[in-house]
């Protein structure tokens, strides 16, 4: 050992961390890279892989990285997209990048960190990879889809692209959802669920694919468009349909299950976690449903509830709005009133399972106050600033705070769309600010101060909401991804 790397070893943690990122901050060579902008050019040169992981040496978890360029080249591979995926074929992060004028996705095995495959992108698209048993389909806004072979493996430098079209003439009017054995697409032009089966071929044609409600069968009544994304596990989807009902039909074969009546429009993608689908209503309501369409629980917030429900270890966390008398001038040049809404809370709520012998268990929330005996109060709330729940882990909940900007003119986006620059509602804002706050999870407050990291040099920053992998996954606009993970018997990162 090297006498500097001895000594240095003799440090505290904590000088260390600092000893690390002084070093890279040091070294003049390599150009810091700048913030998400679509404006900005794509960065030329890179950090050493210390920079950045000296930036995360304060957090409770262990740390390791991929580097994407890898050591035979200088010029980075630019990271445009970051997704993760859990399902029961394996857990895999997913990466798609811009090397030159092409795009390539990238699998990358989410605990090992071996490269599965890398393959050409026709193109990028506005919504998320879907990943089902056996391909990974990437579809976009005009319902147009790319499938690509997920586990068989081709001849070196050939495209694992098996085909490419429509379904049809499926519109999408929300992103679609997927399980393993089929996507699940609203349709526009149709009004209907479509569940698409990709167990024979990626192309939807099978006896398995299905659409709800089914053409010349027994119609809903009302039944009206889907705008949110719906979703699913191997047995069910549920969707929120725009007559302000829950639908929940059998993932197989599309037949009906239950439609319970949510009173009023929703603002929230709906979650099945731990089989129980959970939505919001402008009623101020948080419902929990069971499959079968029996009412688990019901929560009556301080607030409309909106945006991503989390749900994790029996904890719940919402996002609400609230309702305000907004100043307003008539047009007889007086001052009037008229009611708005504008961010309220994010509020973390608790719920317990009751088993009971030979009969459905009993769910129940639990009361962060019980002096207010009339009202299920929350166990703790922030305000809503926009933040985002990533994981939960020893007592901790890791919270991102994320503030966009909207910057571009009509003309600057449509140009930056038409030339490929711009896919996704991601690639069109501008971050302002991006933070990493460690909070105590029983109260809400910051668990201690050094645990509120600026990770403004980290592009992409998103949680893992899997028992088996709670983990938190960041990537470089350089080329690197990193994997910060619990070090918790049994959700130490891997299997």
Known sequence: MKPSTR??????????ALALLMAACGIPSQARPVDRDPLAPDPTSRQPVAYYEAQLAELP?????????????????VVRELHVVHDDVRDEILVVDADGDRSFLWSIDAYDFTLHWRTPLEKRVNFDPLSTRNYIILMNGDGEYQAYDRLNMPRKGESRLVSKGRYGDLFPSAAPACNDTHIFVPGTNTNSVQGLSMISNSRGES???????????NSVVGFKQVSMRPTADRETVAFVNNNNHLYMVDAQNGEYRASPFLEANSRTNPLLKDDLVFVGSDKG???????????????TLDGIPYGDIFVEDRWIFVRTMEIYEKETRLENGETGSEVALRQGKLCAYRYKVIDIKDDRPVFEVLDGDPRTSHIKDPVWTLDDVGQQVLMLTDDYAYVLYEQNEKFLSERE??????SGRIVTKHDELRTVSRQLRVLDLNTGKLARPEWNLNLMDFTFVRGSMHERDRALYLATSDGYVFKAFSKAKGSAGGK
Request: aromatic residues 10%; glycine residues 8%; proline residues 8%.
């Open 61 to 77: 978890l262990r740390v390791r990285s991929y580097d994407l360029t890898g050591v035979q080249r200088n010029s980075p591979v």
């Open 207 to 217: 006896p398995e694919s299905w659409k709800f409600p089914k053409t010349g069968g």
């Open 413 to 418: 986006l449509a140009e930056l769309k038409a």
């Open 285 to 299: 309501m948080l419902y929990a449903w069971q499959k079968s369409g029996q009412s688990a629980f019901t929560i």
């Open 7 to 16: 000594a240095l070893t003799c440090l505290p943690p904590g000088l260390i």
